[in-house]
């Protein structure tokens, strides 16, 4: 099973993109759900993550801008992102907690020009 993320392209500053992610099969006892970010030559950093009954926690680039959501009928998770700046360009990857795993996707590149 895998993760699959979509969502990703190129963007002008102050314009949004949605991000969704889901596995590509079954996937039993999913948790936590999320997207990190990473740029080249830096750490990977928390965006934001949902637990299955809807708690989220946010990363500090992402609050005020961003909504991260959930649909566990369809075990998805949704990053939508709004006003984004150019420091926001990174790949985007997604996560979830199932069992004692965490599973990542294969990332989505996210581009912010001025």
């Known amino acids: 099973v895998q993760l699959q993320a979509s969502g990703g392209g190129l963007v002008q500053a102050g314009g949004s993109l949605r991000l969704s992610c889901a596995p590509s099969g079954r996937m039993s006892s999913m948790g936590r759900m999320g997207w990190y970010r990473q740029n080249s030559g830096k750490q990977r950093e928390l965006v934001a993550t949902i637990t299955s009954g809807g708690s989220t926690v946010y990363g500090d680039s992402a609050k005020g801008r961003f909504t991260i959501s959930r649909d566990n009928a369809k075990s998805a998770v949704y990053l939508q992102m709004n006003s984004l700046k150019v420091e926001d360009t990174a790949v985007y990857y997604c996560?979830?907690?199932?069992?004692?795993?965490?599973?990542w996707g294969q990332g989505t590149q996210v581009t912010v020009s001025s």
């Open positions: 996560m979830v907690v199932a069992g004692y795993r965490t599973y």
